[in-house]
């Protein structure tokens, strides 16, 4: 599908804008790295995977990273209970079948719906990122957290590789241009900064209450506001990684196979509303 820059900048910016970033950034803090040394780790994970991701074949990644792309979808799925949990009446399972059930219903709508939709969240999200991040070092100070400080190349690798290969999986799953670069990185930079921030200030290591906690500082009603935007943002990821699975799956030259593997992961999904990872 053709879009025009500024669409596809600000559909992609929509599509990054989830709790993964966030967690990431919690990684470095929690493994014993400074804030400073989580940031070098951080942003050039960030561009260089954003690059790689850009230049990836489509059809064969897609089949390469349908392990990884259901475990996104559990990942996902999960962080919806613990979402549900905070802000929502009613069991988190109940909560989770609506959540499967409209990101399958916008999977088969197809992409034009998903662009439109994504690309009118992309200024909201744009303003609750920028008031997140200039609020965040004037209420929070770094490395007070009681933690073990210590530099480590291990944790400063894995950090690296986990912020890169977020970024190289998300993309891979959908066709994409030039255009999309600014758009994949700008979240992705902003929330897991935001993370190891968070991680070297906060004891508490729940990257979705510590959000919220963080937003009601600021104004009022901005975590419980943010947090129901990552949960949107959520769904439609998890709808464009669904749509791009089914047609990559279905150009192989085996589609009952394609067909059983798809089957496979939406039964995981209704299995994981039923888990209580939470």
Same mark, same amino acid.
Not at 74 to 89: D, E, G, K, N, S
Not at 201 to 216: H, M, Q, Y
């Given at each position: 599908?053709?879009?025009?820059?500024?669409?596809?900048?600000?559909?992609w910016?929509?599509?990054?804008?989830?709790?993964?970033p966030?967690?990431?950034?919690?990684l470095g803090?929690?493994q014993?790295?400074d804030?400073?040394?989580?940031v070098?780790?951080?942003?050039?994970?960030?561009?260089?995977?954003?690059?790689v991701?850009?230049?990836q074949?489509?059809i064969p990644?897609?089949i390469?990273?349908?392990?990884?792309?259901?475990?996104?979808?559990t990942?996902?799925?999960?962080i919806?209970?613990?979402?549900?949990?905070h802000?929502?009446?009613?069991?988190p399972?109940?909560?989770?079948l609506l959540a499967v059930?409209?990101s399958a219903?916008?999977?088969?709508i197809?992409p034009?719906?998903?662009?439109? =939709?994504? %690309?009118?969240?992309?200024?909201?999200l @744009?303003? $609750?990122?920028? !008031?997140?991040? /200039?609020a965040?070092?004037? *209420? +929070?100070?770094?490395d007070?957290?009681?933690?073990?400080?210590g530099f480590?190349?291990?944790?400063?690798?894995a950090?690296?590789v986990?912020a890169a290969?977020w970024?190289?999986l998300l993309?891979?799953?959908v066709?994409?241009?030039?255009?999309?670069?600014?758009?994949?990185s700008?979240p992705?930079?902003?929330?897991?900064?935001l993370?190891?921030?968070m991680a070297?200030?906060?004891?508490?290591v729940d990257?979705?209450?510590?959000?919220?906690?963080l937003?009601?500082?600021?104004i009022p009603?901005?975590?419980?506001a943010?947090?129901?935007?990552?949960?949107?943002c959520?769904?439609?990821?998890?709808?464009?990684?669904?749509r791009?699975?089914v047609?990559? =799956?279905? %150009?192989?030259p085996?589609?009952?196979? @394609?067909? $059983?593997l798809? !089957?496979a992961g /939406?039964?995981?999904s209704l *299995? +994981?509303?039923?888990?209580?990872l939470?």
């Amino acid at each position: 599908m053709h879009t025009q820059p500024r669409q596809s900048i600000a559909f992609w910016f929509a599509s990054n804008f989830l709790p993964g970033p966030l967690a990431i950034g919690f990684l470095g803090p929690l493994q014993g790295l400074d804030f400073w040394q989580s940031v070098l780790a951080i942003i050039p994970a960030i561009l260089l995977g954003s690059l790689v991701a850009r230049r990836q074949p489509f059809i064969p990644c897609a089949i390469l990273l349908l392990p990884l792309a259901l475990v996104l979808h559990t990942v996902h799925l999960q962080i919806l209970v613990r979402m549900a949990i905070h802000l929502l009446p009613g069991t988190p399972q109940h909560w989770l079948l609506l959540a499967v059930a409209l990101s399958a219903l916008l999977a088969f709508i197809g992409p034009p719906l998903l662009y439109r =939709l994504l %690309a009118l969240l992309a200024p909201l999200l @744009a303003l $609750v990122l920028v !008031l997140l991040g /200039f609020a965040a070092p004037l *209420l +929070l100070e770094a490395d007070t957290a009681q933690r073990q400080p210590g530099f480590s190349w291990s944790a400063f690798t894995a950090l690296a590789v986990a912020a890169a290969l977020w970024q190289i999986l998300l993309p891979a799953l959908v066709n994409q241009g030039p255009a999309h670069y600014l758009g994949l990185s700008l979240p992705a930079l902003g929330l897991m900064c935001l993370g190891a921030l968070m991680a070297s200030a906060i004891p508490a290591v729940d990257t979705v209450l510590s959000l919220r906690l963080l937003g009601e500082r600021i104004i009022p009603g901005l975590g419980s506001a943010t947090l129901a935007l990552l949960a949107l943002c959520m769904l439609g990821a998890m709808a464009v990684q669904g749509r791009a699975l089914v047609t990559a =799956l279905a %150009a192989r030259p085996r589609k009952t196979k @394609a067909r $059983v593997l798809l !089957l496979a992961g /939406f039964v995981m999904s209704l *299995l +994981l509303t039923w888990v209580p990872l939470y």
